[in-house]
């Protein structure tokens, strides 16, 4: 192998933000070309490719042990061109288990998580390396561009500094906000959005965001779905260096597989946030081992992240996921104690706004706009129908998680999550209803004007 070159200067190549291709010859000396999903980086002198559905490189592996393999950087668009000689092949271990995160985030993209799906890691020895020359830049000169500097990523010290804000959070509220803004103030990452497991275990809600247009609170991803559904199925990070390059190339995947009737068109994923986002870095937010939410993080730019910015962000998730247990924790004590609220006169008077409430999935609309459904929007439901019965204005936690309405789980109601998503659905919304913190465990419902309640059967 040439000494010029070390593969590990090569990082950003292996990032998998533009696909590699790969070359392989029959022993009649006939040559195949195809795309490989991901090349992953094994040691100094070995790479693993992504052994999805290349049959016909399978074929000529085993008449002729040799590959050739072009690379790309994704900053510099720089090629490089691996000669490799085939080892072994690998069903499990670490490398195959890298290899099949990023596959499957591959896959998320077109919806083909059933068929796209990683069968093998194939181990290869790279027997030689060698940049390939460029074309004439429009300078006139030639050569390799210069690489950008390297990121150094979060230092320790401004890591400390969100974890010391984050440590004195006395409410869900306040914790979630101050991740999102710590991120962006402390640590650089401009768009990020926090997102909790719901009650059944089976979605991620969104519970706040940073940097984006819309703050989304209240949108919902299944586990296994995108980036960031697969990184709470697998309790791994998911990093995506060149999305919108990947989309394409899933989607041409896709299409080369249902023009031979392979498989039926999966859906498109369509994954909330940053407006042609080139990177994407979800890591899974873990406290004592299960699974809290995912914290995710967006660029325009691609292979954005690195190995640096994965732990980094992995030790904040860590910290918030067990500030989050245990601020949910003193909420069901203070709320088990709190006294019975009062009630209060009725407000007539003032705009009418008419309330839809739809019993099948609690759908929520305020004068034909969509505002929430599922618990958010039962919990809304309820709490008018009481304001409007007797004048209802003040609540507790407790009392609304005792609700038979509901059907709260005894365990993991995430009753503080959703009104706190309630409330900031309301006030994204301007709405003529509101929710406001009083104390521990008890909150106020503000309404201004009059209410028109209506309710759809099942």
């Known amino acids: 192998m040439s000494g010029e070159i070390d593969l590990r200067r090569l990082e950003r190549c292996f990032a ?48 002729h042990p040799r590959a050739s393999v072009i690379l790309l950087d994704p900053a510099t668009h720089d090629e490089y061109r691996l000669t490799l000689a085939y080892e072994r092949t690998e069903r499990r271990g670490r490398v195959f288990e890298q290899l099949r995160r990023d596959v499957d985030a591959i896959a998320a993209l077109s919806g083909m998580q059933d068929v796209f ?105 299944p586990l296994g779905e995108g980036a960031v559904g697969i990184a709470a199925a697998q309790g791994s990070p998911v990093r995506v260096g060149n999305q919108l390059q990947m989309t394409k190339y899933s989607r041409s995947v896709r299409r080369s597989y249902e023009e031979t009737g392979e498989v039926r068109p999966g859906r498109e994923v369509a994954v909330p946030g940053l407006s042609n986002a080139d990177s994407r870095l979800a890591v899974p937010a873990l406290a004592m081992g299960q699974l809290v939410g995912v914290l995710v993080t967006e660029s325009r730019r691609p292979a954005a992240f690195t190995d640096i910015d994965e732990a980094a962000l992995t030790m904040v998730a860590s910290i918030v996921a067990v500030a989050v247990e245990a601020v949910r924790a003193e909420e069901r004590v203070a709320a088990a104690t709190s006294p019975a609220p009062a009630a209060a006169g009725v407000n007539r008077g003032g705009r009418l706004t008419r309330v839809r409430f739809f019993e099948v999935d609690g759908s929520t609309f305020l004068d034909g706009d969509y505002l929430i459904k599922g ?84």
């Open 16 to 63: 998998g933000a533009i696909p590699a291709v790969i070359c392989t010859r029959s022993a009649a000396g006939e040559p195949n070309i195809t795309y490989l999903s991901k090349v992953e980086l094994v040691d100094d002198q070995r790479v693993a490719l992504s052994n999805q559905f290349l049959s016909k490189t399978a074929t000529n592996l085993a008449e």
């Open 117 to 221: 799906r990683l069968r093998a890691a194939d181990i290869y020895r790279v027997v030689e390396l060698e940049v390939v020359p460029p074309n004439q830049r429009r300078d006139g000169t030639s050569g390799a561009a210069p690489a950008p500097a390297v990121d150094a990523g979060p230092g320790v010290t401004r890591l400390a500094a969100l974890g010391a804000r984050i440590s004195r959070c006395a409410d869900l509220d306040t914790l979630v906000r101050v991740t999102v803004d710590g991120l962006a103030e402390l640590l650089g990452y401009q768009h990020t959005s926090l997102l909790l497991l719901d009650e059944r275990g089976e979605r991620l809600f969104t519970i706040a965001s940073h940097g984006f247009e819309a703050e989304g609170v209240g949108s919902e991803i």
């Open 375 to 458: 618990v958010a929007g039962r919990i809304l439901w309820s709490l008018l129908q009481q304001h409007e019965a007797d004048g209802r204005i003040e609540f507790t936690n407790r009392e609304v998680r005792l609700d038979p309405s509901l059907a709260l789980p005894d365990f993991r109601d995430n009753l503080e999550s959703r009104l706190i998503m309630l409330k900031r659905r309301l006030e994204e919304r301007e709405a003529p209803v509101r929710i406001t913190k009083t104390g521990r465990g008890r909150f106020r419902l503000e309404v201004d004007g009059r209410l028109a309640l209506e309710s759809v059967g099942a």
